[in-house]
């Protein structure tokens, strides 16, 4: 098998017994990799990086170099101050010193170190989950909040700049077959006019940060809740995985996504649309776990548009999911015909439920 032939070029000890699949992520293909020595065992995560999305994977290596190593060091420094031991995985070099591995494709894999004896979600469980999310998120912004962007590249140019999908959404309906899909579909036919009816709405953040109201952190890129490690024997938070979008942006872009994903209990892959809605007890306990671990780091005008970007962000990954849907899913892989358009009807009710509960959800924000 090839992952265990690329497996063994890394520099883990031990005999290697079995490299299995798993089917997480949306983008770049993941395994789970077990090496084992006459004593002990090591379980390391092994990706192929989907270079259809990342053009650069050794830049995007460079940068989870940078920021693991930076994040690291904070986290033993803060330790003594910290309620439970913080964990960020480990980039693990190949033999040859590299951080990762080029196969005889020209395909980029890395290994990662594997959070131990903690578990992610798909979605949320209940309100302790939800305020572990916020903490670990939080917490995660505190450790990297004093690293410069420019410290970073920008491995996804584009990445979370709405109006910029609003375009390519636009230009992606100039094909006639997408044309078809949208006429042929009356489902997409209503995500199409829910998007029309909000096209002054995409550049709220963008505006903000051309008008110099906020400008550029390092941030995570997609902190969902299924990227939030929970240690099994306390519940907490542990760590947050999947470094691959940390680069410089909005802190926006992470606060919302993170709450976007966090209070749909029903989970993005629910095909069951009346069950999808934005919780807003979920909201709360999350802003509590943030606000506990972030210690503060927000200027006044990034609070004034935290609404905005749980409301942006959602729309936007609706956005996302349609075009690729409408494009013939060509961005994020599928398992079923169809799997893109409900992903995005699943965004699109989720930012009406988000619109719908605007004050409260002003309310709860209004404690950062
Ligand atoms: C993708 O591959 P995965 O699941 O980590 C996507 C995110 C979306 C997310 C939605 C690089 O992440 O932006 O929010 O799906 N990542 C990229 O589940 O596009
Ligand atoms: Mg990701």
């Known amino acids: 098998m090839k992952s265990a032939k690329i497996a063994r070029e890394f520099n883990v000890d031990g005999w290697l017994v079995s490299a299995t699949s798993l089917s997480q992520g949306n983008v770049n293909d993941t395994y789970l990799v077990i090496f084992r020595t006459v004593f002990s065992e090591e379980k390391i995560v092994l990706q192929r990086i989907n270079r259809n999305v990342f053009r650069e994977p050794e830049k995007l290596m460079e940068n989870m170099h940078t920021v693991t190593t930076y994040a690291h060091e904070r986290l033993i420094a803060e330790h003594e101050k910290s309620d439970r031991i913080w964990q960020l995985p480990r980039v693990i070099p190949a033999k040859d010193g590299r951080d990762f591995v080029i196969d005889k494709d020209g395909e980029y894999w890395r290994a990662i170190t594997r959070i131990a004896s903690a578990h992610s979600y798909d979605s949320v469980r209940d309100a302790d989950h939800a305020h572990e999310v916020g903490a670990v998120l939080g917490n995660f912004h505190h450790i990297i909040s004093e690293l410069p962007g420019e410290r970073l590249y920008d491995t996804l140019p584009g990445f979370h700049i709405t109006p910029r999908y609003l375009e390519q959404l636009d230009k992606v309906l100039e094909n006639p077959e997408a044309h078809e899909r949208l006429k042929s579909s009356q489902v997409a036919g209503n995500i199409m006019k829910f998007i029309d009816a909000r096209r002054d709405f995409v550049s709220v953040l963008e505006d903000a940060k051309a008008r110099g109201e906020l400008s550029l952190r390092t941030i995570h890129g997609d902190p969902k809740t299924a990227n939030i490690m929970i240690d099994d024997a306390t519940m907490k938070g542990t760590a947050i995985i999947d470094l691959d979008t940390v680069k410089p942006g909005l802190v926006h872009y992470d606060f919302g996504d993170c709450l976007r994903s966090c209070c749909n209990p029903a989970g993005e892959e629910c095909q069951d649309i009346s069950k999808i809605y934005f919780d ?89």
């Open 280 to 368: 807003l007890d979920l909201c709360q306990a999350l802003v509590h776990g943030y606000k506990e671990q972030a210690h503060g780091f927000m200027t006044d005008a990034e609070r004034y548009y935290l609404y905005d970007s749980v409301r942006l962000i959602t729309f936007e990954l609706m956005m996302r999911f349609f075009s690729d849907y409408l494009a013939g899913d060509r961005y994020f892989k599928v398992r079923y015909d169809g799997q893109n358009l409900l992903r995005a009807r699943v965004q699109m009710q989720l930012c009406r439920s988000i619109e719908a509960r605007e004050s409260q959800i002003r309310r709860t924000l209004a404690i950062l």
